[in-house]
């Protein structure tokens, strides 16, 4: 059973890498503003736990809405970095580089406070599981932190601190701005761990 893990960079990511040890993980720059600091975190993270890594790049951004595109939000968007259908797009192209290396299960980040994206919840991540389970090469979908906040997940995983100091989580610059919901994400977190 060979397992990929949808790697952004982020806490969520990070930990999981951590907790699960796939055997291949790929980060997707699909056109975001944060790719290039994505990318770097991903890349330093799996050389330090010796998971290989794949990029994967196809120019989405004109598709793309809000903070990770660096456009005003759609009408529909519940929150700001909210990218229409974002993690069926990242599932897919993760999915279509995962069966041409016999990956039986992608895992992806999400935890429970993503819930607050439609694709963020257990449903999606169900329903998705079943999508791929049909189709060629049966690929099973996991999201195994969906009922985990972030100090959940980073405590259940025991990542250390010192490999989270990798983390991406701006979504607007390839460093942080300290002014997204990710960087505040990031921070928050972060203060409540050293409590």
Not at 54 to 75: E, F, N, R, W, Y
Not at 129 to 147: C, K, M, T, W, Y
Not at 157 to 164: A, D, M, T
Request: aromatic fraction near 8%; hydrophobic fraction near 40%; glycine fraction near 10%.
């Amino acid at each position: 059973m060979k397992t990929g893990l949808l790697l952004s960079g982020g806490m969520d990511s990070i930990a999981i890498a951590y907790w699960k040890r796939p055997d291949v993980a790929f980060t997707i720059d699909y056109g975001q503003l944060s790719a290039r600091g994505e990318i770097y975190a991903s890349e330093s993270v799996c050389q330090s736990l010796e998971i290989p890594h794949q990029v994967i790049t196809v120019d989405c951004s004109s598709l793309g809405s809000g903070d990770l595109a660096g456009k005003t939000p759609a009408t529909l968007a519940p929150v700001s970095e909210w990218w229409p259908f974002r993690n069926q797009l990242l599932l897919t192209l993760g999915g279509m580089r995962a069966v041409s290396l016999s990956v039986s299960t992608l895992l992806f980040g999400s935890v429970k406070t993503d819930a607050a994206h439609a694709d963020g919840r257990q449903e999606f991540f169900e329903k998705m599981d079943q999508v791929f389970s049909l189709q060629e090469g049966s690929l099973r979908i996991n999201a195994p932190a969906i009922h985990l906040t972030t100090v959940e997940l980073i405590k259940t995983s025991g990542v250390p601190l010192s490999l989270l100091g990798w983390a991406h989580s701006c979504h607007v610059f390839d460093f942080a701005c300290g002014n997204c919901r990710g960087c505040f994400k990031y921070l928050g977190v972060m203060k409540e761990l050293q409590t």
